[in-house]
């Protein structure tokens, strides 16, 4: 008798196996199913934004930016075709800080004239160096963390800028590089 009573278990095991396998591959297909369902709505996302840049869209893009270049004042440097870029030689500077170890920063930037002042600016770069030095000393390592100081920085540099050329001489400054060490 008690090899039958272990002959019907062991057939009721296998049954209670077979059940819980196809109900493991089940669960194992749909998971598949979502992940790949998951992957194509990323890619077809993916493939939306990258058309967004598409010459089809253009027009949208020019149509969304013209209200935005009138109301900042000029600084949009890619509206005129006629601008000119100076580059200036990087910068390396210390960081304020009060820490034993120093710290530095160098930028690396272009100048962008107004029409016609070109030679103008060229010729007085060492008065806008000299006006963004003490900005640039008085920076703290703090200054530089987040994603609106790239913004600032280049905010108070185009002020300083226009303060030391005067106003209608550089519509621009567009930084290249800004490294933190």
Request: charge should be negative; proline fraction near 4%; glycine fraction near 12%.
């Amino acid at each position: 008798m008690s090899d039958e009573k272990t002959d019907d278990t062991s057939v009721e095991k296998a049954g209670v196996d077979e059940a819980g396998a196809k109900k493991g591959g089940k669960v194992r297909l749909i998971a598949i199913a979502v992940v790949a369902v998951g992957m194509l709505a990323g890619a077809g996302g993916v493939y939306w934004y990258m058309q967004k840049g598409s010459p089809d869209h253009a027009e949208e893009k020019q149509a969304e930016a013209a209200p935005e270049e009138g109301g900042e004042g000029g600084h949009s440097a890619d509206a005129d075709p006629s601008a000119s870029y100076i580059e200036v030689a990087p910068m390396m500077v210390n960081l304020r800080g009060g820490g034993a170890q120093a710290k530095f920063v160098k930028l690396r930037f272009v100048v962008v004239a107004a029409d016609g002042k070109t030679d103008a600016v060229k010729a007085r770069l060492p008065v806008i160096l000299d006006a963004l030095q003490p900005f640039l000393r008085e920076l703290r390592p703090d200054d530089l963390n987040g994603s609106a100081a790239v913004f600032r920085i280049k905010e108070e540099m185009i002020r300083r800028s226009t303060e030391a050329l005067g106003k209608g001489m550089v519509r621009d400054i567009l930084i290249q590089d800004l490294i933190q060490q």
